[in-house]
């Protein structure tokens, strides 16, 4: 059922067997599989998943390579509410471990907001990451671009960058350290934009200039291009570098700050797990973009039949059922 603040109070009393923080392909797929488990779910969705903003699938098995990913989502909510699910759009503020159970506080609303507190045997953080993308004037001028051949995951589009001019857009001279030299497995013909936010050492400078990668230092004014497609960029002292298509690595925000109470094993932003997704908190689960791995769409929903079937085990037990016999 999808609840709003109409409805709300329907659900005051329930413990859920599992609450889920996002309702991203990770998200839905475990609802789903929780629901065919014959458990309870709840998903909390704050709304424009990661996968929300791709604007065309090339990864998903299937699929036609042109599918949005506003339409995976879409067929996997109404997945999810054939099945019973509960499902809110809200945003998760506080996790509190009461021993055996969960106190989750939701903000509902953008605007005379209004704060319930939900209650769950188990947690999947599923609430992702989000990509950062270079700081200009005009942001619109970014998002122009970003999605189509401005791209924010080698792993998932490298091969579209296949022997084109490139664009490296780099947040940190770690990410060039990172990134670059597998770029390099697809396009030989890369320029790296450090925005003017870092310097580059000079032992670095001179790696990729040995391998003829040209730096520039100097801030974008603004990105080229008409259609949703980059042709370039213009720095601020009027330069313009022409560019058949770009990647973006400047780091990401972990939405995650819900469970900073809990001591994780983490490694680096993100959160390490089992082969099922339980962290270090036997009843926290963490699956898709949040935990180490494979950053994909199609990674996340696996992600979610994994942890849900682990929690499926965890709280099964052995069911009597008493059957009528009818005799003629």
Not at 182 to 194: D, E, G, M, R, V
Not at 228 to 257: K, R, W
């Amino acid at each position: 059922m999808l609840l709003s603040k109409s409805n709300l109070d329907d659900r005051a009393d329930r413990l859920y067997d599992v609450m889920i923080v996002g309702g991203g392909a990770g998200g839905l797929s475990a609802g789903i599989y929780l629901q065919r488990f014959r458990l309870s779910s709840l998903i909390i969705d704050k709304g424009k998943a990661r996968s929300f903003w791709m604007q065309e699938l090339h990864n998903y098995l299937g699929l036609p390579p042109d599918t949005p990913g506003r339409v995976l989502l879409q067929k996997g909510k109404q997945h999810y509410d054939s099945l019973d699910g509960d499902f809110l759009n809200g945003f998760v503020e506080s996790v509190i471990d009461e021993g055996d159970s969960f106190s989750v506080r939701v903000k509902v609303g953008r605007t005379n907001s209004i704060y319930p507190v939900f209650r769950a045997k188990y947690l999947i953080a599923a609430s992702g990451i989000i990509d950062n993308l270079p700081p200009l004037e005009d942001m619109k001028n970014v998002y122009e671009y970003a999605g189509y051949n401005l791209h924010v995951c080698m792993v998932c589009d490298g091969y579209e960058m296949a022997d084109k001019q490139c664009g490296f857009f780099a947040g940190s001279e770690a990410s060039i350290e990172e990134m670059v030299f597998n770029l390099s497995w697809f396009t030989a013909y890369i320029t790296i934009f450090t925005h003017g936010q870092f310097e580059v050492s000079e032992p670095l400078k001179t790696q990729l200039q040995e391998y003829g990668y040209r730096i520039v230092e100097t801030p974008i004014e603004q990105f080229l291009g008409r259609n949703h497609q980059m042709t370039g960029v213009q720095l601020v002292d009027g330069t313009i570098f022409p560019l058949e298509t770009g990647l973006i690595s400047m780091g990401s925000t972990y939405h995650n700050a819900y469970l900073q109470e809990f001591n994780l094993d983490r490694k680096g932003g993100y959160l390490v797990t089992d082969k099922m997704g339980r962290t270090s908190h036997p009843r926290i689960f963490a699956i898709g973009d949040l935990k180490v791995g494979l950053n994909q769409a199609i990674v996340a929903a696996g992600d979610g039949a994994l942890a849900a079937t682990q929690i499926w085990r965890d709280l099964r037990v052995p069911r009597r059922w008493e059957v009528l016999a009818s005799t003629t």
